[in-house]
């Protein structure tokens, strides 16, 4: 038999919706919490820092806060939209419905990634009414902002998955995502820290993924890009052999 | 393992055979089962909590894993070919697990959905008043009543047309009204074809509604019959006589009569069949006025499952 579209359309449908009822929660707060990031970091830091790589401070931190909030958002979507029906039991009727793993994990993390894509937009868009700023490679920027988008709502699935208390599915967000995120460069170019600090940086994976999508900005990059591009696709695989993996063996899901 | 009667295979709608389960703990819930359903029946899987009931219909569905066997749902395998299999079955769980923030409409559209069927609100509609929650479509399920979440269970199992429609303890908790509109709708279902298999511990409930009875103890089959067979077998009933004084034996006026003597003498315990046409009580007591035996209390009691899997049990080695 052919793909169930429908359960996956009725599954698509189910997460959006549950978007729209918290519409405060899902788009508000990260645009409200991006507008302070840049009257903190923009204008205030930013007065003092006037350039960095020949691009206004203000306009440099743009792709580093779409990417911090696409990581939290993505992770933190995707966890929920799995874990919730397993703490509240509806989990029943997605094995007992004839879906694949595969129509499963596209449906959840579909509608993750197009939720942290859409407010990766609305941010961008904010950030025009405080700074100008360019975007030199427009497709590049979409290309990085989809794959980052779908690479981490499918992180956020395996942590829903693993998580069987609350406190679990916030812990990664918190104490992973968050401080990656901050020291991989969101408000600074890493050339800005001290060598040996520039050497320890590359141990983090944000770094190639603030760094690619600011060069689709601007055309500058702390690493190259192909590199950025590499590490990223790299994560979307791995994430993808641990849920190929998840569902071969049942694991946290069926006994 | 007793050995069943099989039937014809066009007439098994699930298959289930040599199936054993044990969970990852060493639980071992389920051994050798084997066991055909037939299309169009009302079959009741009776057994105590912890049987492995639940973990029987639940390895049909697709929610537990198989362990070893194999289980054919209408000539499907159910795990290479759950597609199929799937898409015909119907599951109301124990759990009352529903999406709270969702409509009651909604959230039978969407399990519609999932089985894969295309939109059909006059269906919905049709589902929806059949199990009296029209009125409430449009409300969140988060204010429903116990008994109206249930319906909505049913309803979302019902939402794609199963041919196959499980229940999985259908009357815990539920009041006589919903009891009542439930075993309706379930001989409803049957008049179209639809097969029902219900799991309960309850035997007044398979008795009433059940055309087959299998009962499950301790992870086995112990017997599958036809449900009047199994209810002449188990439907033994004891009448307790309180003596006014105690008797050293029975007198053998008495001997004709199913009697025993207990607690030294001083109960009388009359076992009989409340199948039978007459049960004799009434001609008893006739007897005993006459031999000069007083009683000051008297008490009647069912067997109670559990008596009745031991004594199966016993029966079986």
Same mark, same amino acid.
């Given at each position: 038999m052919s793909l169930n579209l429908s359960a996956i359309r009725a599954i698509y449908g189910f997460e959006m919706a549950r978007t729209r009822r918290t519409l405060m929660q899902s788009i508000a707060s990260p645009v409200i919490s991006t507008s302070l990031y840049f009257v903190v970091f923009g204008s205030a830091i930013g007065s003092r820092i006037t350039e960095v790589q020949g691009v206004s401070y203000g306009?440099?931190?743009?792709?580093?806060? !779409?990417?911090?909030?696409?990581l939290t958002l993505s992770v933190s979507n995707a966890s929920f939209g799995i874990y919730f029906p397993k703490f509240v039991g509806t !989990?029943?009727?997605?094995?007992?419905?004839p879906m694949s793993y595969i129509e499963i994990v596209v449906s959840f993390v579909g509608a993750a990634a197009t939720k942290s894509v859409i407010v990766g937009l609305i941010i961008l868009g904010t950030a025009r009414i405080f700074v100008d700023y360019e975007i030199v490679h427009p497709l590049w920027m979409v290309g990085f902002l989809l794959l980052t988008s779908i690479t981490f709502s499918l992180f956020g699935f395996i942590i829903g998955i693993w998580a069987d208390n609350f406190e679990k599915l916030q812990v990664v967000p918190l104490l992973v995502i968050t401080p990656l995120t901050f020291l991989g460069g969101s408000f600074y170019s890493i050339h800005m820290l001290p060598p040996l600090w520039q050497k320890i940086t590359l141990a983090n994976p944000v770094v190639y993924l603030i760094s690619g999508f600011r060069w689709s900005f601007y055309g500058i990059a702390d690493v190259s890009v192909g590199i950025s591009l590499g590490a990223t696709l790299g994560f979307l695989v791995l994430c993808l052999v641990a849920i190929a993996w998840i569902f071969r063996t049942g694991y946290k899901l069926k006994s | 393992m007793q050995t069943m009667q099989q039937p014809e295979p066009a007439s098994a709608i699930v298959s289930v055979s040599g199936l054993s389960k044990t969970y990852a703990g060493g639980f071992k819930a389920l051994k050798d089962i084997n066991l055909d359903i037939r299309r169009g029946e009302?079959?009741?899987?009776l057994g105590p909590n912890g049987a492995g009931k639940t973990t029987l219909i639940s390895i049909v569905c697709g929610i537990v894993n198989l362990g070893?066997?194999?289980?054919?749902?209408?000539?499907?395998?159910?795990?290479?070919?759950?597609?199929?299999?799937?898409?015909?079955?119907?599951?109301?769980p124990q759990e009352l697990t529903t999406d709270a923030f969702e409509t009651v409409r909604d959230t039978v559209t969407f399990s519609r959905g999932l089985f894969g069927k295309p939109k059909n609100p006059a269906y919905i509609e049709k589902v929806l008043r059949d199990l009296a929650l029209w009125d409430k479509r449009d409300n969140k399920i988060l204010t429903?009543?116990?008994?109206?979440?249930r319906r909505v269970m049913i309803a979302k199992a019902l939402s794609h047309e199963p041919e196959v429609l499980f229940l999985d303890e259908p009357t815990a908790g539920v009041d006589v009204e919903l009891r009542r509109d439930m075993w309706a709708m379930v001989r409803g279902l049957r008049e179209h074809g639809v097969t029902i298999i219900l799991t309960t511990h309850y035997i007044d409930e398979a008795e009433e509604m059940a055309d087959r009875v299998g009962v499950i103890h301790?992870?086995?089959?112990?017997?599958?019959?036809?449900?009047?067979?199994l209810m002449q077998k188990l439907g033994k009933k004891q009448l307790t006589l309180q003596l006014t004084g105690p008797l050293q034996a029975l007198p053998p006026g008495l001997a004709a009569w199913d009697l025993e003597l207990h607690g030294d003498g001083s109960e009388l315990v009359y076992t009989y069949d409340t199948q039978a046409e007459r049960t004799g009580i009434t001609a008893l007591l006739h007897d005993l006025g006459a031999a000069g035996i007083g009683f000051k209390d008297l008490a009647t009691r069912q067997n109670s499952l559990e008596e009745i899997f031991v004594n199966l049990l016993r029966e079986r080695t």
């Open positions: 306009a440099f931190i743009i792709p580093g806060l !779409i990417m911090l909030t696409l !989990i029943y009727e997605l094995h007992s419905a | 009302i079959f009741a899987l070893e066997g194999s289980v054919c749902v209408a000539g499907h395998d159910v795990v290479r070919e759950f597609r199929a299999t799937r898409s015909i079955i119907g599951l109301v429903l009543s116990g008994g109206m979440k301790k992870g086995e089959l112990i017997l599958v019959e036809e449900k009047r067979t």
